[in-house]
Structures are given as structure tokens and as C-alpha cells.
């Protein structure tokens, strides 16, 4: 069984930073093999990829969060992370740790980053 437990959120006012960490867990759990990813879900919207990086460390982002966000990982401590810059009111969402591998997909439970002044 995969865990995944994010950490990190708050409240935080616009143009201000926040570092996001997902710590992942699991006997069987090969986390140097997954795909880690960050999503977010605004109240009332569906949820939504903001930035994965694979095995291999490739990144991909969001249109709306390039150049703000960086997506990293830390295989020796089974840790993701998520620095986020230059935040904005419609970064204001519930925050999603993912692991994809063989197939399978497994989430967190999230964390809530409020943006607001």
C-alpha cells in the first residue's frame, strides 16, 4: 500500500511563497520508479494537474503556474516538493500529492493553500 501525506499549505498573502512536501510511504512502493505529481482543486472546480515530474526527472506544468512553481523530488528521502513563488488569490485551492506507477495511481489526502490579503 502507497502513502502519500502532504504538508506545507496555509495562508499566505498575494505575491508571497510557499513550499509544499509530500512524503510517500510503503513497503513495496518504489518511489525513484514513480511519476510524482501536484494537483489542486478549487472549491466548486474539478481538479486539475499543476506540475508532475517523472523518474527521470522531467518536468511539466501548468500553463498558469510556469515560471512561478518548481516541482522536485528527493528519491534517497521519498519526498516531493513544490515551491511556489509569486502566489496568487486563484492559487487558492486544496493541494494534491499523486503517485503514478505500474499503472496504478495513488493520492493524498491534500493540503489547503489560501492566498488572500
Known amino acids: 500500500q502507497v502513502q502519500l501525506v502532504e504538508s506545507g499549505g496555509g495562508l499566505v498573502q498575494p505575491g508571497g511563497s510557499l513550499r509544499l512536501s509530500c512524503a510517500a510511504s510503503?513497503?513495496?512502493?518504489?518511489?525513484?520508479?514513480?511519476?510524482m505529481g501536484w494537483y489542486r482543486q478549487a472549491p466548486g472546480k474539478q481538479r486539475d494537474l499543476v506540475a508532475t515530474?517523472?523518474?527521470?526527472?522531467?518536468?511539466n506544468y501548468a500553463d498558469s503556474v510556469k515560471g512561478r512553481f518548481t516541482i522536485s523530488r528527493d528519491n534517497a528521502k521519498k519526498m516531493l516538493y513544490l515551491q511556489m513563488n509569486s502566489l496568487k488569490p486563484e492559487d487558492t485551492a486544496v493541494y494534491y500529492c499523486?503517485?503514478?506507477?505500474?499503472?496504478?495511481?495513488?493520492w493524498g489526502r491534500g493540503t489547503e493553500v489560501t492566498v488572500s490579503s
Open positions: 499523486n503517485a503514478a506507477i505500474q499503472l496504478s495511481n495513488y
Open positions: 510503503g513497503t513495496s512502493f518504489i518511489f525513484r520508479a514513480a511519476t
Open positions: 515530474i517523472t523518474s527521470g526527472d522531467s518536468t
